[in-house]
T-cell receptor
Framework: DAGVIQSPRHEVTEMGQEVTLRCKPI?????LFWYRQTMMRGLELLIY????????DSGMPEDRFSAKMPNASFSTLKIQPSEPRDSAVYFC????????????FGSGTRLTVV | AQTVTQSQPEMSVQEAETVTLSCTYD???????LFWYKQPPSRQMILVIR??????QNATENRFSVNFQKAAKSFSLKISDSQLGDAAMYFC?????????????FGKGITLSVRP
């Protein structure tokens, strides 16, 4: 089991550019979550999917953010256009139907927008 | 909506001593799950321990144990025989027991330092 795989680990981009973060959940997990972590706001849930379908995207900060899950083994979080206030660590996590086990997190992507 | 509160931003413990990290939560549900996650400087989120609300017995995992007080909505983490590797940020989290897609709600976290 390779765990939840996120790429890239670090991303530095200029303001206004498009950024795409990628996530591969654990095989067999049917739920996938995107979180953002900042010093000021802590861990915030952006969006989550169940069986590849978006269930709750109320945490997505604005229209510049979008997320997709085209199949059970891949998800993307896109920011277009990026802004300096988007700088944060973005985590992907997956979970199976046994929700008493919490989530398994990826290593996160540290995004810096300059 | 459920909320999770970790009121202490930082704590420090002497190596080999015991430390307790506090967490309270607010919910109207009776079926739920509680978790403690550890985030070391590597930023990887690591599940430390979990507790089912329907279980009266406090969960234990080696040097880590919890004090779960359901009526008081309190869920503290005790670390015994603290080690330098325990230095990290610790997050308390809540997950509803209803619905297969329930999300984790996190507290703000507490930074634990361990003095050699």
């Amino acid at each position: 089991d390779a765990g939840v795989i996120q790429s890239p680990r670090h991303e530095v981009t200029e303001m206004g550019q498009e950024v795409t973060l990628r996530c591969k959940p654990i095989s067999g997990h049917n739920s996938l979550f995107w979180y953002r972590q900042t010093m000021m706001r802590g861990l915030e849930l952006l969006i989550y999917f169940n069986n590849n379908v978006p269930i709750d995207d109320s945490g997505m900060p604005e229209d510049r953010f979008s997320a997709k899950m085209p199949n059970a083994s891949f998800s993307t979080l896109k920011i277009q256009p990026s802004e300096p206030r988007d700088s944060a660590v973005y985590f992907c996590a997956s979970s199976n139907r046994g929700f008493n086990y919490g989530y398994t997190f990826g290593s996160g992507t540290r995004l810096t927008v300059v | 909506a459920q909320t999770v509160t970790q009121s202490q931003p930082e704590m420090s413990v002497q190596e080999a001593e015991t430390v307790t990290l506090s967490c309270t939560y607010d919910t109207s549900e009776s079926d739920y799950y509680l978790f403690w996650y550890k985030q070391p400087p590597s930023r990887q989120m690591i599940l430390v321990i979990r507790q089912e609300a329907y279980k009266q017995q406090n969960a234990t995992e080696n040097r880590f144990s919890v004090n779960f007080q359901k009526a008081a909505k309190s869920f503290s983490l005790k670390i015994s025989d603290s080690q330098l590797g325990d230095a990290a940020m610790y997050f308390c989290a809540y997950r509803s027991g209803t619905g297969a897609n329930s999300k984790l709600t996190f507290g703000k976290g507490i930074t634990l330092s361990v003095r050699p």
